[in-house]
């Protein structure tokens, strides 16, 4: 059984990592702060002393580090130490071209890259219902599919590589955009001399409720979601920024703007 890495065990990581063990998977692991890997360890998982031994141990790596700069910085110790026909599958919410650029540098050692950003965090993860969007070649997404299933309610594969990255930053800046909107809201019905718990109970069983609403709806004010926003805020500027001058990519960061701001302690999105 060939060996499944794993690079970012962080709140959404973690998990993942801990479904793929769960399931039986030969697992190794490679983490920053070693702490974080101990958990894995006491598993049976097979802690790495480095990217490049991780590497070199495994035909599968997935990364779920935080922003491009993480992820190039592992691939440029992860590639030159695999071995012709692995694969390297992309987690992260990165830019399509941070994909395409790699997937360059490992097609020309014989690894395939493989984009598959998730959407559902931790809860989700933990319980194997995350959403996996994927790009890239078929037969990479078919050998890598029962990973994913591991941890994976929902698995599709969107077409080449770099379209589970187009997908997911669109996702994100709509559930950024519906957050910016249920705060707008919420303030019009405050201004309104209205109860706000009262107006997030039926907002949420009438025709204005969203996934959006309810995460905003839960919350006690705006910086309470301070841990969550700079992700945001990240994730609409890589549309922004691969559709600039698009005036509908424009529309959900105006939507999302006056929300993330506030959450994100005066952080636009521009």
């Not at 598993?43 to 935080?66: F, N, P």
């Not at 590639?79 to 919410?93: D, E, K, Q, Y």
């Not at 994927?134 to 990973?147: E, I, Q, W, Y």
Request: aromatic share 4%.
């Amino acid at each position: 059984m060939e060996h499944i890495g794993f690079i970012g065990l962080g709140s959404q990581g973690g998990p993942m990592a801990e479904r793929i063990v769960a399931a039986g998977l030969s697992l190794a692991v490679w983490a920053r702060n070693p702490a974080a890997t101990a958990p894995f360890a006491e598993r049976g998982a097979r802690v790495a002393a480095s990217v490049a031994e991780l590497g070199a141990l495994c035909g599968m790596v997935g990364i779920c580090v935080i922003d491009d700069a993480g992820v190039r910085a592992v691939c440029d110790e992860l590639i030159p130490a695999m071995a012709p026909g692995s694969r390297i599958v992309i987690h992260a919410t990165v830019l399509p071209e941070t994909c395409a650029r790699l997937a360059e540098q490992a097609g020309a050692r014989g690894i395939a890259v493989l984009d598959a950003p998730v959407s559902g965090g931790g809860p989700a993860a933990a319980a194997g219902t995350l959403t996996v969007m994927c790009g890239g070649d078929a037969d990479t997404f078919a050998a890598c599919r029962p990973v994913f299933e591991t941890f994976a309610g929902t698995i599709v594969h969107l077409g080449p590589l770099g379209s589970g990255q187009r997908a997911k930053i669109v996702n994100n800046a709509l559930m950024a955009a519906n957050m910016g909107l249920a705060h707008a809201a919420m303030g019009a019905g405050q201004a309104l001399g209205m109860d706000r718990a009262a107006l997030a109970e039926l907002i949420k069983a009438s025709s204005g409720r969203s996934f959006g609403f309810e995460v905003y709806a839960r919350l006690s004010a705006p910086g309470a979601f301070a841990h969550g926003a700079p992700l945001l805020v990240k994730d609409v500027g890589l549309l922004s920024s691969v559709l600039a001058g698009n005036a509908d990519a424009a529309v959900l960061a105006e939507a999302a703007s006056h929300f993330l701001s506030a959450a994100a302690g005066g952080t636009r999105t521009e």
